[in-house]
């Protein structure tokens, strides 16, 4: 009687070691679909999409760059319904779409997101930007970055301006070398804003001259220049 049960169950553990190698093959063949959302069986239809959604930080902003230029170097793809005079197929440069909504950041990384928006559209493909909920502070420039004609916002989107915000501390010499630098920030963020926008440097003096927030609708936005579409 002892030997027999034994022998069962040896005989058994090599089975269930099968049944788990098989479960195991089964999960690893099985495909995850993450939110109802399947990957697109072609190159042309993948999502070519980049969500600015929060504060613009150091580390929001060093993800948006790498997103930029990874979907720059996935941009070119042959074209099935352009050819050229002798029925060469023709590459063209997909676009990148920018979904934007925040309260605003850091101006140096919103610095860094403009620069690599002008080099991207300057040689290789346009960026689509689209404002929705909020865009205040330092996205205003990211929203009017994008190609123009292709820049929307949202009907219900509010826009913001206001002065640049800063703190400081140390020695009269620290904080007159800080006033300095500011003011510097102060006047690139204005130059960057008039150079997307219909909004001359002085218009957008003036209106930061209030020295308050200055809370901007999608309608207004759209003849500001800072937009070209509500949707």
């Keep these: 009687m002892t030997q027999r049960i034994a022998t069962n169950k040896t005989k058994s553990k090599p089975k269930k070691a099968k049944e788990k190698t098989k479960n195991k093959k089964k999960k690893d063949n099985q495909i995850v679909v993450v939110n109802n959302i399947q990957q697109p069986s072609a190159p ?10 929060g504060d613009i930080t150091e580390q929001k902003g060093s993800e948006v760059v790498a997103g930029l230029v990874y979907l ?3 941009s070119h793809v042959v074209s099935e319904d352009l050819t050229t005079e ?7 440069a997909r676009d990148i779409s920018m979904i934007i909504s ?3 950041g850091i101006a140096s990384d919103m610095f860094s997101i403009l620069d690599m928006m002008d080099v991207i559209k300057d040689r290789t493909c346009d960026i ?10 330092a996205g205003v420039p990211i929203l009017a970055a994008g190609t123009h004609g292709k820049r929307k916002i949202g009907k219900n ?3 913001m301006l206001h002065n640049v915000l800063a703190g400081s501390s140390g020695t009269i010499f620290s904080m007159e070398n800080e006033l300095e630098e500011i003011k510097w920030v102060q006047d ?6 008039a150079s997307y926008t219909k909004l001359t440097k002085a218009k957008i003096k003036k209106l930061l001259k209030t020295q308050k927030d200055i809370y901007i609708s999608a309608e207004e ?11």
């Design 157 to 159: 989107c509010r826009i």
């Design 44 to 53: 042309e239809s993948d999502l070519r999409t980049i969500n600015l959604y």
């Design 86 to 92: 002798d029925d060469e197929p023709i590459v063209v």
């Design 188 to 193: 690139r963020y204005i130059d960057c804003l």
């Design 128 to 137: 689509e930007t689209i404002g929705i909920g909020k865009v205040m502070s």
């Design 102 to 104: 925040t309260n605003g």
């Design 221 to 231: 936005a759209i003849k500001m220049g800072i937009a070209d579409k509500i949707i």
């Design 72 to 74: 720059e170097n996935n």
